[in-house]
């Protein structure tokens, strides 16, 4: 079983496995579908409902005649800032990718979906690949750093204390040979 980590920009989001055999549509198919439910998930799950939801700022009773809300209506400020969220939430909303216009990457190159993933990867099951997705349109995601931004500051680190070591030395050694030559 090839094994794919997918990532989102540079977020990991899960490990997936099929065959090589697998035709790219399918598999755009259903790991679009995977990555939309993780978010739906995720979006649930920090909700909180019912009784427990009281508004910040007070609230006034406002029967809902559906039964469907409890009826703790916000304030005229807090609507205000319920309107902002909404917007955020639109606006995160957008990360939900189409399936239609999903799009896998791999090694800088899209996944065409009219071919196998063995054109891209070989036929070797034992694979392991990191797969981006994004939506069509987008072009290819961004490449990784090869090095993190915490071993490029350790060894730059390294360096500048190396070059400090090697001035202390060139120095010593010019002393050295100034008091030999006298």
Sequence with gaps: MVKILLKKGNETQFLYETSVGTDNEELTKEITYIYNGRLKVSRICSDEWGERCEP??????????????????????????????LADVKEMLSKVID??????????????????????????????????????????PAREPVVSEEERRQMMLHAYRRQEELKRRGAAKRRAADVISV
């Design 56 to 85: 910040s700022g007070g609230s006034t009773f406002n029967k809902d005649p559906m039964g469907r809300r409890n009826g703790k209506q916000p304030k005229e400020n807090m609507q205000e800032l319920i309107k902002n969220s």
């Design 99 to 140: 399936i239609a216009s999903a799009q896998l990457w791999f090694s800088g190159k899209e996944l065409l979906r009219n071919k196998k993933l063995c054109n891209f990867v070989g036929n070797n099951e034992k694979t392991k690949i990191v797969v981006k997705i994004s939506k069509m349109g987008e072009g290819a």
